[in-house]
């Protein structure tokens, strides 16, 4: 039976803007305040999710998230009606408006970490909803995230799906940001590697001092303890907390894996020649040929690889073997990023091709081409039991891209997002968009 790898890319939602939440993302915080536009933000990400259609991957896309979120205001003492909560927050808080008001469940590398059925105990497709409770404007996601993927893969025979873990910091999940399945067939048991900031209960782990671990290795560990993960399917490994500090805040600044290679830079992990060892040994009993491409630091530092976001990339198996690599426009514009792609490119290694996408307005507020999907390895039976509503056709393309040029602004700055009718055009947009997608009532809007 045939299996696939489907890129799951998160639709960007209409209240996209740059509040510069996330502290230790330095696009995030270095481009606060500016004028973001979300529709110009939405259509780039559709662009690349037809482009990727096109070139014959299967391809999907999630709905974002209810914003401005009321009902997190309302948790934290606003009253009234929507439109007093929301005039009453611009007030008195206007960071928590801000917060509520964020677009990042776009990336949807974030939403959760997946274990394909050939890796898990009882054989099915494993969820868990990741807590991301490092930061207030992404851990209110996860209640929203769980309701829209139980939508999207709804067949209990074929998937499982856990609760976010504790929202406690000794429990942070950053999901699969900080995880990455390698094998040798999407749809034979493969090796999951989980990459972890700090230990959240044993003080002889190092931990970055400047910016926060935000992924624990207790949270790694309950994961593939929930997914029923044998000890023989991971591997653990520490990120080196000095690029944390220099803005490394998830793996996937640092590092991509795909099939049987890891792409990552030198100085990606904290001990590298051990975990190497390890992915080696893992893939070798399972049948594969385990490879890494390590990137020297003195031909792409750890600044060039966070300001062009050159890990945060797509590595996807083309139909003949080959290795594509789907980099941000920010990539061709460092000039020792792409020397360095060039020469990967002409060694006639696994990488054979790189393919490059403007994606400014996601990449402005810290999010590259690997922020903005999730995969999820299925085979047949699976993928014809996924809601074929998310599923990108050429037809579902039009349709989206319609349905944003209608109700999105071009425009967005602080001070727009005190105005109540953004929530109100909010709503009306993505009530059609769960009709477009056949997902229900997954809205709290919709529920209430």
């Not at 935000?214 to 591997?235: F, M």
């Not at 904290?270 to 992915?279: K, P, S, Y």
């Amino acid at each position: 039976m045939k299996s696939f790898e489907v890129n799951f890319d998160g639709l960007v939602g209409p209240t996209h803007n740059y509040g510069g939440l996330s502290f230790g993302n330095v696009a995030s915080q270095s481009n606060s305040q500016q004028a973001s536009n979300p529709k110009e933000a939405a259509l780039q990400g559709l662009e690349k999710m037809k482009a990727l259609m096109d070139m014959g991957f299967v391809q999907g896309v999630l709905a974002p998230q209810e914003r401005p979120d009321v009902a997190a205001l309302r948790s934290v003492g606003f009253g009234g009606s929507d439109a007093q909560v929301i005039e009453r927050a611009a007030k008195e808080a206007m960071p928590l408006l801000v917060a509520s008001c964020s677009a990042s469940s776009m990336w949807v590398a974030n939403a959760a970490t997946v274990s394909p059925s050939a890796d898990t105990a009882d054989g099915r497709v494993h969820f868990t909803a990741a807590n991301l409770n490092c930061k207030f404007h992404r851990s209110i996601e996860h209640p929203t995230t769980s309701r829209v993927l139980g939508a999207m893969f709804a067949d209990q025979d074929h998937f499982a799906h856990h609760a976010a873990l504790p929202a406690v910091a000794q429990f942070g999940d950053e999901g699969a940001a900080n995880h990455t399945r390698f094998c040798r067939d999407y749809g034979e048991a493969g090796v999951e590697f989980f990459v972890y900031g700090r230990s959240a209960f044993d003080s002889r782990y190092p931990a970055p001092q400047k910016y926060p671990a935000r992924q624990t290795l207790e949270a790694s560990q309950a994961v593939a303890r929930l997914h029923g993960l044998s000890d023989e399917g991971v591997v653990f490994a520490q990120q080196n907390p000095a690029v944390i500090d220099q803005g490394v805040f998830h793996n996937d600044v640092i590092a991509v894996g795909n099939g049987e290679l890891l792409f990552h830079h030198q100085d990606a992990f904290l001990n590298t020649e051990q975990t190497l060892a390890e992915l080696h040994g893992k893939m070798a009993a399972r049948g594969a040929n385990f490879q890494s491409i390590s990137v020297p630091r003195d031909q792409v530092a750890v600044e060039d690889a966070v300001r062009s976001y050159l890990f945060n990339s797509q590595l996807l198996t083309r139909a003949n073997g080959s290795m594509l690599l789907i980099v941000p426009e920010e990539c061709r514009a460092n000039p020792r990023v792409w020397q360095y792609l060039q020469g990967l490119i002409a060694s006639a290694g696994p990488i054979a091709e790189v393919k490059v996408f403007d994606l400014k307005q996601s990449m402005q507020n810290g999010g590259g081409p690997a922020c903005l999907r999730l995969r999820v390895a299925l085979n047949e039976k699976e993928l014809s039991a996924v809601n074929p509503g998310v599923i990108m056709t050429p037809a579902l393309y039009e349709t989206l891209t319609q349905w944003v040029s209608k109700h999105y602004r071009d425009a967005l700055r602080e001070n727009d997002l005190a105005d109540p009718q953004l929530l109100i055009e909010c709503r009306t947009a993505l009530d059609e968009l769960t009709h477009i997608l056949n997902l229900g009532s997954v809205y709290p809007f919709q529920i209430n």
